[in-house]
C-alpha cells in the first residue's frame, strides 16, 4: 500500500521558512515525477512545484522563493519555502505520480498525501 505523508508544517511570521517534507512508503519513486499542491481556504487546489530526476518546474507564485528537493535514499521529496508570504497561507499536498516526468497537473498525479497546513501571519 502505497503512503505518503507529510510533515513540516506550521505557523510562521511573514518574512520567514518552512520546510515541508512527504515521505513516501509502499514502493519507490525514484523514477516517477512528484509534486506539491496546495489549497487556500475557498480556492481550488494549485500546482506549487514538481520534479522528475534533476529537472524542476514551479508556479510563478514561488518561484525564486520555493524549491522542491528529493533524497532517494530515504525515499522523501522536500519542499523548501523561503520569504513566505500570507498569501502562502494554504494546507500544503504531496502527489506521487506512476509515469516519468515533470507533472503540473492534478490528472497526472495518482497518489496523494493528507496534507499540512501551512499559515503566514503578517
Known amino acids: 500500500q502505497v503512503q505518503l505523508v507529510e510533515s513540516g508544517g506550521g505557523l510562521v511570521q511573514a518574512g520567514g521558512s518552512l520546510r515541508l517534507s512527504c515521505a513516501a512508503s509502499g514502493r519507490t519513486f525514484s523514477t516517477s515525477g512528484m509534486g506539491w499542491f496546495r489549497q487556500a481556504p475557498g480556492k481550488e487546489r494549485e500546482f506549487v512545484a514538481a520534479m522528475y530526476i534533476y529537472s524542476t518546474t514551479y508556479a510563478d507564485s514561488v518561484k525564486g522563493r520555493f524549491t522542491i528537493s528529493r533524497d532517494s535514499a530515504v525515499n522523501t521529496v522536500y519542499l523548501q519555502m523561503n520569504s513566505l508570504k500570507p498569501e502562502d497561507t494554504a494546507v500544503y499536498y504531496c502527489?506521487?505520480?506512476?509515469?516519468?516526468?515533470?507533472?503540473?497537473?492534478?490528472?497526472?498525479?495518482?497518489?496523494w498525501g493528507q496534507g499540512t497546513q501551512v499559515t503566514v501571519s503578517s
Open positions: 502527489a506521487a505520480g506512476s509515469r516519468p516526468g515533470v507533472l503540473t497537473t492534478e490528472r497526472q498525479y495518482d497518489y
